[in-house]
């Protein structure tokens, strides 16, 4: 199935400052993740017939509502989720998908496979042996994953899933194609239970707030994301008490 990538400029806080929209088939195409407006959109929505998210974020969602009611094309979301889309797209969904479901694109479907974790709703789209997966993983630097919405317990299950299905290349929302997914999703794996050793070890040395965890666990400047990554330390505290690691709060860790 033919795959069409078009980067987006849109304010996100994603290194790139675009988020990837798909055309996926050529006639009677499906439309993922429009993250706003944008001419070369424009001149294909003659032939979108549907429009699908892999999650609900504004960077993916900010052109939903223009390009379907432009297509007429029918807008899909995840099964359950139907408020929240509506909440963040301007529009109710049509239809719904679960996991296994399919979604019609040129002459064949996409299939949808859950990969929560960096948002509760996430999916990926396997279109023949190739994989789109949204947030869930980039080429170079890492994805936020965030408590209270995000769930590191999840991401890094939806990280193994996707390794396991070996696609042959993954197209993520944000930076390149990655041709190498497996590599891909073993270093995000890495990175992430180092990040996690660095957590625990912070804790275990005496550190009980999340701004002291981030000042021992993070070696590099966090101007203007300091934030996201103190969400992110608040997701691994997470599943670091889910696991009887540590004593966690909200506010305070202490060691288990």
Known sequence: MRIERIPIEVSTRAPTGRTAAYLLGGEDALLVD?????????????????????HHHADHVGGVRACAEAADAT??????????????????????????????????AVTVHETPGHAPEHVAFAVDG?????????????????????????????????????????????????????SVCERLLRRRLDREARVLAAVEAGDRAVADILDSTYDRD?????????????AHLDKLHHEGRVEWDGSRADPA
């Open 130 to 182: 190739d994989l789109l997966v949204g947030d869930l993983a980039v080429t170079e630097g890492s994805v936020v994953v965030g408590a209270p919405e995000g769930d590191m317990r999840s991401y890094l299950s939806s990280l193994r899933r996707v390794r396991a299905m070996a696609p042959e290349r993954l197209y993520p929302g944000h930076g390149p194609v990655a041709e190498a997914p497996r």
């Open 222 to 234: 966090l101007a203007g994301v300091r934030d996201l990554a103190g969400m992110t330390v608040r």
């Open 34 to 54: 429009p993250a706003a407006p944008d001419g070369r959109l424009e001149a294909a929505l003659d032939r979108v017939d549907d429009v699908a998210v892999t």
């Open 75 to 108: 807008v899909w979301c995840r099964y359950g989720r139907e408020a929240a889309f509506a909440d963040a797209a301007g529009v109710d969904p049509d239809r719904t998908f679960r996991e296994g479901g399919r979604i019609p694109a040129g002459d064949g």
